[in-house]
């Protein structure tokens, strides 16, 4: 194939339109495109090239009887290859206009051609729906972001990275960088760890995000703080985490809750309206509490209606003075015997009582289950089952504990009767606040509290007093923004007193030596003045997956890893020559051990 390898030859030559832009009002312009041949067909004396480039296609006709030379070099080009045309732009016969295409009222007849380079056959075609594994997609990521979908995606996600700046500059916010290259920390996951060559043994460790030097920059006085950043997680491979992620992270202080609400709505709105909905703000909010009885999850799926206790309508049908619950999903229509039968053995599974036959609630309670039926605003095509707990009270919170495993039932019937009830409409917004969880976790294996969202978090004022006595109740000044079952963020008004931050350490069953060694300098801030400050993360990639309705992450990140943490493309993480190892001071004892 003759191509020349300097592009010396190119003289001048300046590309004056896009392939995509192109329209009927541009009939008779002189236009340089540039771009990929994205199909190309001989029509004998006739080449038709398709060319492509971020913006769309164009249609590019070579006439043997207009120039021969560069007809046949058209016959040459082969998908992929790029190319470089001049010519004119030409209104389509009307029989010839393809009213699917934005460039579809004309084509450009082509007086030159530079073939600019040639291509290997694509490992798939450049099409928005391909069938072939995510393994080949990824190994060839370049070729596989060239795709309309994928172009579409990285573009709404730069567009929506614009979005969030200017929201967030037009509110006062400053964007400040945080080191990359940090101390380790006992907070939270797994730490990545970067050795250090000049003071071989110690290391640096990746942040799990900005979290405390966006509260040390509050300590600073710049007020106003956000960073669209990437945090690095070493959490066991799961479906759809990456190692590395992004999030929209910000801190302010002197705030309230509901500063921090006023800040998020409108940013959220705007991001929203980037790829084309509508949102409305302020968004609903439940507390932690509300959550738990009403969906059994802290990420309520809004789209489905809520549950309902009903114990005080049906005492009889309790388990030792826990939740009876009423599971309601809409336009069911009636559930055949297997259909309960998977139900109630779903339920089950999870220690549930499951009552799946409505029709015999109804026989055996007429008056309360109509009272039931109201509660739940339940239609007679609805689905309702009421489930209490199986067996002996379990966990530090065992009404909880009955509210998830009703959750989960109520979430299990939703999706299974989706196809029936409609409700789970990828493009209905359900966003939701989910305010005052609580302080702590109970650890099972550790046997220990944990923080529920991280040691800065401040308690209520109320709550105070408990911190030593009761933790399992401790409220926390923290809230998740929810849309649709997905946690999209979370935040918190921090601790700034050094005493208080002291208590909830010592809750969390750190000794003064190891809140010390971890999280010494943020203590020693805390004496200088902190003031009061709060923030919260929100996850770009699931904001952005969402928005543009794919269901994997992976589908918006321009070089993401696939679930088990390798890059398919650079065959990333790789072993490294002895000589940088003994250079870093490290020996590897051997794998896996
Ligand atoms: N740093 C927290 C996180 O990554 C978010 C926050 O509290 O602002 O979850």
Redesign the pocket.
Known sequence: METSLALDFLGDLRRTHNCGELRAADEGKHVCLMGWVHRRRDHGGVVFVDLRDRYGLTQVVFHEDIDQAVHNRAELVRPEYVIAVEGEVKQRGANAINPNLATGEIEVVATRIWILNDSRTPPFPMEDQVDVAEEVRLKYRYVDLRRPRMQHNIILRSQISLAIRQSLYAQGFLEIETPFMGRSSPEGARDYLVPCRLNPGTFYALP??P?IFKQLLMVSGFEKYFQIVR?FRDEDFRADRQAEFT?I?I?MSFPQQERVFETVEPLVERICEVAGYKVPIPFPRLTYAEAMRHYGIDKPDRRVPPMHPVEDLVPELANQGLPLVAIHIPGTGPASRKERDELKAFGQERGLRVYDDFKRLERDFPAAMARVRERCGAADNDLLVLAAWGGEPKGHRPEETVYQACGQLRLFSAQKFADRHKLLDPQNFQFLWVTDFPMFEWNEEENRWTAA??PFTSVHDEDLEKLATDPAHCRAKSYDLVLNGVELG???IRIHRRDVQAKVFAALGFSEEEARKGFGYLMEAMEYGAPPHG???LGLDRLVMILAGESSIREVIPFPKTARGADLMSDAPSTVPERQLRELGIAIRGHGK
């Open positions: 799990q995000s979290q945090c999030q992270d801190e969202h991280h979370s935040g918190s923030g919260i993360a």
